[in-house]
Protein backbone atom coordinates (compact mmCIF):
# COMPACT_ATOMS: atom_id res chain seq x y z
CA UNK A 1 0.00 0.00 0.00
CA UNK A 2 0.91 3.79 -0.73
CA UNK A 3 2.43 5.83 2.00
CA UNK A 4 2.53 9.48 2.28
CA UNK A 5 5.71 11.13 4.30
CA UNK A 6 5.73 14.96 5.08
CA UNK A 7 8.16 16.90 6.69
CA UNK A 8 8.76 18.51 9.11
CA UNK A 9 5.71 18.27 11.75
CA UNK A 10 5.57 22.00 12.38
CA UNK A 11 7.27 24.98 11.57
CA UNK A 12 7.72 28.29 13.34
CA UNK A 13 9.26 30.91 10.16
CA UNK A 14 9.09 34.78 10.60
CA UNK A 15 7.97 36.88 7.56
CA UNK A 16 10.42 37.15 4.95
CA UNK A 17 11.73 33.89 5.50
CA UNK A 18 12.17 31.09 2.91
CA UNK A 19 10.09 27.97 2.76
CA UNK A 20 10.80 24.29 2.03
CA UNK A 21 8.12 21.23 2.55
CA UNK A 22 8.96 17.99 1.35
CA UNK A 23 6.74 15.13 0.50
CA UNK A 24 7.96 11.40 -0.38
CA UNK A 25 6.16 8.76 -1.85
CA UNK A 26 6.46 4.78 -0.89
CA UNK A 27 5.10 1.95 -2.47
CA UNK A 28 4.08 3.13 -5.61
CA UNK A 29 5.34 4.95 -8.80
CA UNK A 30 4.39 7.64 -11.09
CA UNK A 31 1.52 8.48 -8.56
CA UNK A 32 -0.24 12.04 -9.29
CA UNK A 33 0.67 14.22 -6.09
CA UNK A 34 -1.12 17.24 -4.43
CA UNK A 35 -0.45 20.04 -2.40
CA UNK A 36 -3.56 21.19 -0.14
CA UNK A 37 -3.79 23.58 2.61
CA UNK A 38 -5.75 24.28 5.65
CA UNK A 39 -6.60 27.65 6.94
CA UNK A 40 -7.45 27.87 11.01
CA UNK A 41 -11.39 26.96 10.54
CA UNK A 42 -11.43 26.39 6.84
CA UNK A 43 -11.71 23.34 4.62
CA UNK A 44 -9.33 22.21 1.83
CA UNK A 45 -7.94 24.58 -1.31
CA UNK A 46 -6.12 22.66 -3.61
CA UNK A 47 -2.23 24.31 -4.13
CA UNK A 48 -0.73 22.53 -6.66
CA UNK A 49 -0.82 18.89 -8.36
CA UNK A 50 1.50 17.16 -10.94
CA UNK A 51 0.96 13.87 -13.22
CA UNK A 52 4.71 13.52 -13.62
CA UNK A 53 8.19 14.64 -13.04
CA UNK A 54 8.71 18.59 -13.45
CA UNK A 55 5.12 18.71 -14.56
CA UNK A 56 3.09 21.40 -11.80
CA UNK A 57 -0.11 22.83 -12.03
CA UNK A 58 -0.99 25.50 -9.86
CA UNK A 59 -4.69 25.73 -8.28
CA UNK A 60 -4.27 29.15 -7.28
CA UNK A 61 -2.03 32.70 -7.70
CA UNK A 62 0.20 32.69 -4.53
CA UNK A 63 3.44 33.24 -3.20
CA UNK A 64 4.09 29.45 -3.20
CA UNK A 65 5.20 27.03 -5.86
CA UNK A 66 5.89 23.49 -6.30
CA UNK A 67 8.31 21.24 -7.69
CA UNK A 68 8.74 17.50 -8.35
CA UNK A 69 12.42 16.68 -8.70
CA UNK A 70 11.89 12.75 -8.86
CA UNK A 71 8.93 10.35 -9.25
CA UNK A 72 8.24 9.96 -5.76
CA UNK A 73 9.09 13.62 -4.33
CA UNK A 74 7.11 16.59 -4.44
CA UNK A 75 8.60 20.36 -2.58
CA UNK A 76 6.43 23.29 -1.90
CA UNK A 77 8.19 26.44 -1.98
CA UNK A 78 8.30 30.00 -1.05
CA UNK A 79 11.46 32.04 -1.86
CA UNK A 80 9.54 34.96 1.17
CA UNK A 81 7.10 34.03 3.70
CA UNK A 82 3.77 35.93 4.35
CA UNK A 83 1.92 35.72 7.48
CA UNK A 84 -1.52 34.76 5.14
CA UNK A 85 0.78 31.78 4.51
CA UNK A 86 0.26 30.37 7.75
CA UNK A 87 -1.84 26.89 8.20
CA UNK A 88 -1.99 23.12 7.90
CA UNK A 89 0.03 22.10 4.70
CA UNK A 90 -1.57 18.45 3.36
CA UNK A 91 0.54 16.41 0.64
CA UNK A 92 -1.30 13.32 -0.67
CA UNK A 93 -1.13 10.81 -4.14
CA UNK A 94 -3.35 9.13 -5.91
CA UNK A 95 -1.64 5.03 -6.54
CA UNK A 96 -0.25 4.07 -10.04
CA UNK A 97 -2.86 2.80 -12.66
CA UNK A 98 -5.83 3.53 -10.33
CA UNK A 99 -9.16 4.68 -12.24
CA UNK A 100 -11.38 6.13 -8.90
CA UNK A 101 -8.85 9.29 -8.22
CA UNK A 102 -8.92 8.09 -4.38
CA UNK A 103 -5.76 9.91 -3.01
CA UNK A 104 -4.01 8.64 0.31
CA UNK A 105 -2.61 11.77 2.58
CA UNK A 106 0.63 12.66 4.15
CA UNK A 107 0.41 13.49 8.37
CA UNK A 108 0.68 17.39 7.31
CA UNK A 109 3.20 20.42 8.19
CA UNK A 110 1.90 22.76 10.80
CA UNK A 111 3.11 26.08 9.56
CA UNK A 112 2.72 29.14 11.67
CA UNK A 113 4.68 32.22 10.17
CA UNK A 114 5.20 35.44 12.60
CA UNK B 1 -18.11 21.27 -13.36
CA UNK B 2 -19.02 19.03 -10.23
CA UNK B 3 -19.55 20.20 -6.91
CA UNK B 4 -20.22 18.92 -3.28
CA UNK B 5 -22.40 20.63 -0.81
CA UNK B 6 -21.83 19.38 3.11
CA UNK B 7 -24.99 20.41 4.59
CA UNK B 8 -24.31 21.45 8.51
CA UNK B 9 -20.56 22.49 9.13
CA UNK B 10 -21.11 21.00 13.25
CA UNK B 11 -23.19 17.86 14.00
CA UNK B 12 -23.38 17.37 17.58
CA UNK B 13 -24.51 13.75 18.57
CA UNK B 14 -24.80 12.18 22.18
CA UNK B 15 -22.94 8.97 22.39
CA UNK B 16 -24.62 5.65 21.00
CA UNK B 17 -27.09 7.80 19.07
CA UNK B 18 -27.21 7.66 14.97
CA UNK B 19 -24.67 9.78 13.37
CA UNK B 20 -25.77 11.51 9.88
CA UNK B 21 -23.54 13.15 7.89
CA UNK B 22 -24.82 14.86 4.75
CA UNK B 23 -23.13 15.03 1.25
CA UNK B 24 -24.76 15.90 -1.92
CA UNK B 25 -23.06 16.22 -5.12
CA UNK B 26 -23.12 17.87 -8.87
CA UNK B 27 -22.11 15.50 -11.22
CA UNK B 28 -22.31 15.68 -15.45
CA UNK B 29 -21.01 12.00 -15.05
CA UNK B 30 -21.54 9.27 -13.06
CA UNK B 31 -19.44 9.89 -9.95
CA UNK B 32 -16.91 8.49 -8.15
CA UNK B 33 -17.55 9.87 -4.38
CA UNK B 34 -15.32 9.38 -0.68
CA UNK B 35 -15.78 10.32 2.47
CA UNK B 36 -12.61 11.17 4.58
CA UNK B 37 -12.10 11.44 8.08
CA UNK B 38 -9.90 14.16 10.02
CA UNK B 39 -8.77 13.53 13.17
CA UNK B 40 -6.73 16.86 15.11
CA UNK B 41 -3.74 17.60 13.49
CA UNK B 42 -3.28 14.67 11.30
CA UNK B 43 -3.83 14.12 7.87
CA UNK B 44 -7.28 12.74 6.00
CA UNK B 45 -8.07 9.51 6.28
CA UNK B 46 -9.96 7.33 3.41
CA UNK B 47 -13.38 6.12 5.40
CA UNK B 48 -15.03 4.83 2.21
CA UNK B 49 -15.79 5.57 -1.56
CA UNK B 50 -18.42 4.04 -3.98
CA UNK B 51 -17.09 3.88 -7.70
CA UNK B 52 -19.58 1.13 -9.69
CA UNK B 53 -21.78 -1.59 -8.21
CA UNK B 54 -23.40 -1.54 -4.84
CA UNK B 55 -24.41 1.18 -3.69
CA UNK B 56 -24.33 1.13 -0.58
CA UNK B 57 -20.46 1.22 0.67
CA UNK B 58 -19.28 -0.10 3.92
CA UNK B 59 -16.30 1.56 5.18
CA UNK B 60 -14.08 1.61 8.32
CA UNK B 61 -14.44 1.74 12.02
CA UNK B 62 -18.68 1.28 11.26
CA UNK B 63 -19.08 3.53 9.13
CA UNK B 64 -21.89 3.53 5.45
CA UNK B 65 -22.81 5.88 2.53
CA UNK B 66 -25.49 4.93 -0.04
CA UNK B 67 -25.47 6.49 -3.26
CA UNK B 68 -28.52 7.93 -4.35
CA UNK B 69 -28.58 8.54 -8.10
CA UNK B 70 -32.42 9.89 -7.92
CA UNK B 71 -30.98 12.55 -4.89
CA UNK B 72 -27.60 13.25 -5.99
CA UNK B 73 -26.95 12.21 -2.39
CA UNK B 74 -24.08 10.17 -0.52
CA UNK B 75 -24.90 10.64 3.24
CA UNK B 76 -22.75 9.05 5.71
CA UNK B 77 -24.04 7.14 8.43
CA UNK B 78 -23.56 5.28 11.65
CA UNK B 79 -25.79 3.59 13.54
CA UNK B 80 -23.88 4.50 17.20
CA UNK B 81 -21.76 7.07 17.54
CA UNK B 82 -18.55 6.58 20.23
CA UNK B 83 -16.46 9.44 21.21
CA UNK B 84 -13.68 8.52 19.00
CA UNK B 85 -15.61 9.15 16.35
CA UNK B 86 -15.41 12.73 16.91
CA UNK B 87 -13.25 14.62 14.15
CA UNK B 88 -14.45 16.27 11.11
CA UNK B 89 -15.23 14.60 7.90
CA UNK B 90 -14.76 15.61 4.10
CA UNK B 91 -17.16 14.80 1.43
CA UNK B 92 -15.41 14.65 -2.14
CA UNK B 93 -16.30 13.43 -5.87
CA UNK B 94 -13.95 13.07 -8.33
CA UNK B 95 -13.22 15.63 -10.81
CA UNK B 96 -13.03 12.70 -13.53
CA UNK B 97 -10.43 13.19 -16.36
CA UNK B 98 -8.70 16.21 -14.66
CA UNK B 99 -7.26 13.57 -11.60
CA UNK B 100 -8.45 15.70 -9.08
CA UNK B 101 -10.86 15.38 -6.47
CA UNK B 102 -13.43 18.30 -5.44
CA UNK B 103 -14.44 18.54 -1.46
CA UNK B 104 -17.19 19.63 0.11
CA UNK B 105 -16.81 22.57 3.80
CA UNK B 106 -16.37 19.79 5.94
CA UNK B 107 -18.59 18.73 8.68
CA UNK B 108 -17.23 18.27 12.26
CA UNK B 109 -18.97 15.96 14.09
CA UNK B 110 -19.22 16.18 18.17
CA UNK B 111 -19.92 13.28 20.22
CA UNK B 112 -21.18 14.11 23.68
CA UNK B 113 -21.76 11.38 26.61
Known amino acids: SQTIHQWPATLVQPVGSPLSLECTVEGTSNPNLYWYRQAAGRG ?71 | AQSVTQLGSHVSVSEGA ?23 NQGLQLLLKYTTGATLVKGINGFEAEFKKSETSFHLTKPSAHMSDAAEYFCAVSDLGYNKLIFGAGTRLAVHP
Not at chain 1, 52 to 80: C, M, T, W
Not at chain 1, 98 to 112: E, V
Open chain 2, 18 to 40: LVLLRCNYSSSVPPYLFWYVQYP
Open chain 1, 44 to 114: LQLLFYSVGIGQISSEVPQNLSASRPQDRQFILSSKKLLLSDSGFYLCAGTTAGSSTDTQYFGPGTRLTVL
